[in-house]
């Protein structure tokens, strides 16, 4: 069992689609998250489900037909399942043995599958641009790689976000997006058990929108990067720091810088 407890300051710069005439917005946001971890062993593999809510207060602001203009949100952002097994690789073993295990195996390749649901449960007003829920299903499969040999570990992982319609979307509209690819990739290394420090970064491309029939041409293509460190603070309790910057390449999408820590138990 695994349980953690996060906070992230996101800052962002927003570039919306032009026909709605906003321009120099601006996004501050506190986002507090719970996450439940539970591993298992399913077909004689290591697997695990997993379940995460958030709670996020946000504040915009820009010019709306050359106005200033800002607007305040809060409350819980959408519920987020997800079920990940390895098809290959670390077997499901009890604590001990696995100590043992990693301490012998020197070099491992590790290949796995999962499937994240994220749940329409956030706060929504269908009267109101900007909302903390999507008010939509997005279901994202994954498949990843992981490559361990010594202290080092090296990961891939690629996914593709699969949108349901909402059909509720601002000013009566039903909005469609096409799937949205992504690609990252991650190399940590591990001073001692529990101590590491990690470099990461990652491709997006996709999410085109449909509104109520009309192709929005607003396709989504963004670079990003992330520095994370953790250490541990007792044999069960850890904790996590990280930055992340998201930078778009269209002219449609928004630049963000996020700085966050968790602290995290298992049993």
Known sequence: ?????????????????????????????????????RSFELFQKSARIGFTQGFQEGRWKGLVDGVSTSIKRSGLSDSVLRFAINLYGAPPLEIKEFKTYRAK???????????????????????????????????????????NRGKWSMELTGAVWLYTDNNDFFN????????????????????????????????????????????????RENLGWVLSFGF????????????RAIIAQESIGQDSNDIGAAFSIFW
């Open 1 to 37: 069992n695994f349980a953690g407890l996060g906070y992230a300051y996101t800052k962002a710069d927003i570039f919306f689609d032009p026909v709605l005439r906003i321009e120099d917005a601006e996004m501050e946001m506190h986002t507090w998250a719970f996450r439940y971890i």
């Open 105 to 147: 195996v020197d070099v491992e390749t590790i290949f796995g599958a999962a499937l994240v649901v994220h749940l329409p449960t956030g706060d929504y007003m269908n009267d109101k641009l900007i909302n903390l829920s999507t008010n939509r299903f997005t279901f994202r499969p994954q498949f990843g790689v992981v490559h």
């Open 172 to 219: 009566g509209n039903k909005l469609e997006q096409d799937p949205y690819y992504t690609i990252q990739t991650h190399l940590v290394y591990t001073f001692r058990p529990g101590l590491w420090a990690s470099a990461g970064a990652g491709y997006g491309y996709g999410r085109k929108s449909t509104l109520s029939g009309v192709d929005k041409n607003d396709r």
């Open 232 to 243: 541990p603070i007792t044999r069960q309790l850890g904790v996590k720091f990280a930055y």
